[in-house]
């Protein structure tokens, strides 16, 4: 049996005589095909005792490999794990030879068939994402004069942003003296936080 890769020309070639035919009419020695089947060649040249050989070509059905995961984001320090689809065995970039591997660096990773015909890979993308330590900008705890306004920074500087007064904003403004917590969140990385206390600063009293 010989195995022929779709999209692929097979050359088959008889030997061991001087007149030929085979089975898609053709006399030549050698016949190339594109398609599976069996074939047979027979040596002409003695009509009394003609001999014929066979050969049965294989169509190999190529296998569809699939990631069951999409490209995805984790944390550092976390794990995904990838699986593949669609073949008995395979091949990875990273060299393993399992349906599913571990990641925990960024990076493309495709996977393979291991197949006697070439199979298209797929591809996940993974993105390992540092976690994002917040804080506010202005000393903790800060004064509040009476009547006053002053402004709340969280840094860095990101839209991922939910302080307690329900505010997204990068900054805020605050005119009461109370405790204001700050909640980071990428979606990827596990909540951060931040916070400050204001007091009111009394106001100063005149003396003569």
Excluded: K, R
């Amino acid at each position: 049996m010989a195995n022929l890769c779709p999209g692929a020309t097979m050359i088959l070639s008889a030997t061991g005589a001087s007149n030929y035919l085979w089975n898609t009419n053709e006399t030549s020695s050698s016949v190339n095909t594109i398609t599976g089947g069996q074939y047979f060649v027979t040596d002409t040249t003695n009509h009394c005792f003609p001999d014929t050989a066979f050969v049965q070509v294989n169509l190999v059905v190529l296998p569809t490999i699939t990631i069951t995961e999409n490209d995805t984001s984790i944390c550092q320090g976390e794990t995904v794990t990838l699986h593949a689809n669609g073949a008995s065995n395979y091949i990875w970039n990273n060299n393993a030879n399992t349906p599913s591997i571990n990641v925990i660096t960024s990076g493309a990773y495709w996977v393979n068939a291991v197949s006697v015909c070439p199979t298209e890979p797929d591809t996940v993308v993974v993105a390992v994402i540092q976690p994002t330590n917040v804080s506010i900008q202005e000393p903790n705890p800060s004064s509040l004069c009476m009547g006053a306004t002053l402004d709340l920074h969280a840094v860095p500087i990101s839209t991922n942003y939910t302080w307690s007064t329900t505010e997204t904003t990068n900054a805020i403004s605050v005119n009461t003296p109370d405790q204001y917590i700050v909640n980071f969140h990428d979606g990827v990385c596990p909540n951060t936080t931040a916070s400050i206390t204001i007091e009111d600063s009394p106001n100063p009293v005149a003396e003569i």
